[in-house]
């Protein structure tokens, strides 16, 4: 990976951060955490599910508060997320919209529990015109675990 690249991540409970800061340590890529406004989701996964399905059902995706750096210095930008409902978790739909315009490669990573579902799929089909490369996704109590030599291999092909 002989870019310039930004690692963005969403995590509510702290698995896609751990799958961020490896990631980090591999490239040595700028990385920063996003946010939306506190008491956005409970404390809860069944409770996270319920807000979100609202959000996707009235189309009120969550506020990003996190000032995203000038794009235009990267031409990369590795977005990750947890895996909500086999799918893409609303604030990391809130920053593909943010990104929308941005002229580099994105790449997904997601960390889920036990299926990643269609979450590369669903990325695709929220990114507009981004142009979205293959992406990393790894699960913490099932196949594939997170793995050195799979994580550097997707990151050279990048
Ligand atoms: C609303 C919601 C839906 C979830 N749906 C799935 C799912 O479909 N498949 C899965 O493997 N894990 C699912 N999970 C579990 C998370 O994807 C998993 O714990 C992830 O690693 C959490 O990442 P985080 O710690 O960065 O928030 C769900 C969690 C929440 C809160």
Redesign the pocket.
């Known amino acids: 990976m002989a870019k310039q690249a930004l690692i963005l991540y ?8 751990k799958l961020a800061g490896h990631l980090h340590q591999l490239t040595g890529a700028d990385i920063l955490q996003l946010k939306v406004p506190a008491g956005t ?1 409970p404390d809860d ?2 409770e ?2 319920k807000v ?1 399905q609202q959000q996707l059902t009235g189309g009120h995706l969550p506020p990003i508060t996190t000032t995203l750096p000038d794009l235009n210095y990267y031409d990369l930008v590795l977005l990750g ?7 893409v ?1 609303s604030p990391v739909l809130a920053a593909l919209q943010m990104l929308q315009g941005y002229q580099g490669e994105v790449a997904p990573f ?8 269609k979450y590369q799929e669903d990325f695709v089909a929220h990114a507009g015109k981004l142009k979205v490369v293959a992406g990393y996704h790894v ?2 109590h ?1 196949n594939p675990r997170f793995n050195q030599l799979a994580a550097g291999s997707w990151l050279r092909k990048l």
């Open positions: 969403y995590s509510q409970f702290g698995n896609t951060a989701f996964m069944q996270t599910d979100y997320g947890p895996v909500w409902d086999g799918k978790a997601s960390s889920g529990w036990s299926d990643t579902g699960l913490t099932a």
